[in-house]
């Protein structure tokens, strides 16, 4: 009996942890807000007309990106996409883009372009895959959008 408790009470720890881990602050994303939009960033923000990419991008989860810019004032602000996942507050991942406070300056809807990828634990790969065991599903859908200053 403890035994099993004592496995239930891991096995509930290591989901937790998992979805702590889901909702982690990672940098280093590439792919520009052009490949996620068909409009320019100026027409979805009016704030971004004129703005300057910093280059610090970044992920809260997998659902939420976020860009960094100067804004023609010379403040610094991320523009965020987030796609709406069952499960998934954006609101709440928002927060996450800052170390220290978020402050949400506008935020809207847009249409963007969305992968949804379902990767199996195990699988066999052959050569040229990418990624094995996944499967991923593209298309088009309402993206909650948005501006926030950090501090």
């Not at 860009?67 to 004032?73: C, P």
């Not at 996409?81 to 609101?91: K, S, Y």
């Not at 935020?107 to 052959?126: D, Y």
Request: hydrophobic share 40%; aromatic share 4%; net charge neutral.
């Amino acid at each position: 009996m403890r035994r099993t408790l004592r496995h239930a009470l891991a096995a509930i720890c290591a989901l937790a942890a998992t979805l702590v881990h889901s909702q982690e602050r990672k940098m280093g994303v590439r792919q520009a807000p052009e490949t996620v939009f068909d409009e320019p960033i100026g027409t979805l923000l009016p704030e971004l007309e004129g703005a300057t990419a910093t280059g610090e991008n970044g992920r809260v989860g997998s659902e939420l990106v976020f860009w960094g810019y100067r804004l023609g004032d010379g403040r610094p602000a991320f523009l965020f996409a987030c796609a709406p996942h069952e499960g998934v507050n954006c609101e709440e991942r928002v927060q996450m883009i800052c170390l220290d406070r978020t402050n949400v300056l506008r935020t809207g809807t847009a249409a963007g372009h969305v992968v949804h990828r379902v990767c199996s634990p195990v699988a066999l790969a052959k050569p040229g895959d990418t990624r094995p065991g996944c499967v991923d599903t593209a298309g088009t859908v309402a993206v909650m959008i948005g501006l926030v200053s950090c501090g």
